[in-house]
T-cell receptor, first 113, second 114 residues
Framework: AQSVTQLGSHVSVSEGALVLLRCNYSSSVPPYLFWYVQYPNQGLQLLLKYTSAATLVKGINGFEAEFKKSETSFHLTKPSAHMSDAAEYFCAVSPTGYNKLIFGAGTRLAVHP | DGGITQSPKYLFRKEGQNVTLSCEQNLNHDAMYWYRQDPGQGLRLIYYSQIVNDFQKGDIAEGYSVSREKKESFPLTVTSAQKNPTAFYLC?????????????FGQGTRLTVV
C-alpha cells in the first residue's frame, strides 16, 4: 500500500531562515504528489503539486519542492521564512490512476522572531 | 465565488445520538470526499464518491454513513456506532480524473461529544 512519511512533527525556524519540510513516499511507480497548508481551524489549501511535468515545482507564497525519484522524496522548501508561514503542512500522494489522497501525519511549522 | 461549504462549523453531540454534517460544493466537481483529522494523525479517508448515487468506503468508514443524491451535496452522518467521534471533519471535492487533480477543501466541522 502507498504511504507518506513526514519527518519531524514539529519544525521551528527563525524569521528569514530557510524552511525545509521533509516528505518521503512509498510507491512502486511515481505517483502524483501534493503539499497542502492548514491554518488553525481551517481547511487545507494547495501549495503545489507534482504531476511529472518537471521535477522542481514552484508553488504559492514562495514555496517550492523537488521530486527525487531515487530518494522517493518530495521535500518542501522556502528560502526565507515569514511569520505568516506558521501553520501545519501536509504532504499527500495520489496513486497513478486514482483520485484518492493519502496524507502524511503533518508537520507543524513555527516561525519565531 | 466557487467553493465548498461545510456546516455547521461547530457541532456538539450527546452520547447515542446520530448527527449529520453538511457539505455542499458549486465547483461542478464529480468527486467528493470526507476526511477525519485527529492531532498527529494527518487526514484519514472516511468515504468518497466519484459520481452521483455511488460511493465507496475509505479507510475508517465504520460508524459513518453518507449519501450522494445530488452532484453538489455529500452529507456525512456520524452514527451512535462511532465510538470516538470527537474530531475535525473535512469535506473535499475534485474533478474525477486519474489522480493528478487537486482536491479543494471546505473549512471543516469540529464535532465534540458531550
Amino acid at each position: 500500500a502507498q504511504s507518506v512519511t513526514q519527518l519531524g512533527s514539529h519544525v521551528s525556524v527563525s524569521e528569514g531562515a530557510l524552511v525545509l519540510l521533509r516528505c518521503n513516499y512509498s510507491s512502486s511507480v511515481p505517483p502524483y504528489l501534493f503539499w497542502y497548508v492548514q491554518y488553525p481551524n481551517q481547511g487545507l489549501q494547495l501549495l503545489l503539486k507534482y504531476t511529472s511535468a518537471a521535477t522542481l515545482v514552484k508553488g504559492i507564497n514562495g514555496f517550492e519542492a523537488e521530486f527525487k525519484k531515487s530518494e522517493t522524496s518530495f521535500h518542501l522548501t522556502k528560502p526565507s521564512a515569514h511569520m505568516s508561514d506558521a501553520a501545519e503542512y501536509f504532504c499527500a500522494v495520489s496513486p497513478t490512476g486514482y483520485n484518492k489522497l493519502i496524507f502524511g501525519a503533518g508537520t507543524r511549522l513555527a516561525v519565531h522572531p | 465565488d466557487g467553493g465548498i461549504t461545510q456546516s455547521p462549523k461547530y457541532l456538539f453531540r450527546k452520547e447515542g445520538q446520530n448527527v449529520t454534517l453538511s457539505c455542499e460544493q458549486n465547483l461542478n466537481h464529480d468527486a467528493m470526499y470526507w476526511y477525519r483529522q485527529d492531532p498527529g494523525q494527518g487526514l484519514r479517508l472516511i468515504y468518497y464518491s466519484q459520481i452521483v448515487n455511488d460511493f465507496q468506503k475509505g479507510d475508517i468508514a465504520e460508524g459513518y454513513s453518507v449519501s450522494r443524491e445530488k452532484k453538489e451535496s455529500f452529507p456525512l452522518t456520524v452514527t451512535s456506532a462511532q465510538k470516538n467521534p470527537t474530531a475535525f471533519y473535512l469535506c473535499a471535492s475534485s474533478r474525477a480524473q486519474g489522480g493528478n487533480t487537486e482536491a479543494f477543501f471546505g473549512q471543516g466541522t469540529r464535532l465534540t461529544v458531550v
